[in-house]
Nanobody
Framework: QLQASGGGLVQVGGSLRLSCAAS????????MGWFRQAPRKDREFVGA????????LYADSVKGRFTISRDNAKNTVYLQMNSLKLEDTADYYC?????????????????????WGLGTLVTVSA
């Protein structure tokens, strides 16, 4: 079970850190990813991190601004979001998968992922 938190209201250019806490002992076995869905838009991939934390993958739209990290001892994955833009406004979801590649296409193949968390809303205001 995954639970995302940390969403809120932030101004353009601001920062926010999301957390995704996982229950169970298998967390460190999974690659973890973040997705988002803006109003009236399809869900899209944001980024992912390998089970060890050694490898990360980001969507072009957030590269250089967002950073994913994880703490396997705390069963938690994080999404640090800097230089936020209006277009970053969305519900953000975390998910667990078998690999970075599986997560990268998780928005169009959600059934291939092992678990999805509930979303946390991020609103970026001008």
């Amino acid at each position: 079970q995954l639970q995302a938190s940390g969403g809120g209201l932030v101004q353009v250019g601001g920062s926010l850190r999301l957390s995704c806490a996982a229950s169970g002992s298998a967390f460190s076995s999974y690659a973890m990813g973040w997705f988002r869905q803006a109003p009236r838009k399809d869900r899209e991939f944001v980024g992912a991190i390998s089970w060890s934390g050694d490898s990360t993958l980001y969507a072009d739209s957030v590269k250089g601004r967002f950073t994913i990290s994880r703490d396997n001892a705390k069963n938690t994955v994080y999404l640090q979001m800097n230089s936020l833009k209006l277009e970053d406004t969305a519900d953000y979801y975390c998910a667990a998968g078998g690999s970075l590649d599986t997560l990268r296409v998780g928005a169009i193949r959600p059934w291939a992922l092992d678990a999805w968390g509930l979303g946390t809303l991020v609103t970026v205001s001008a």
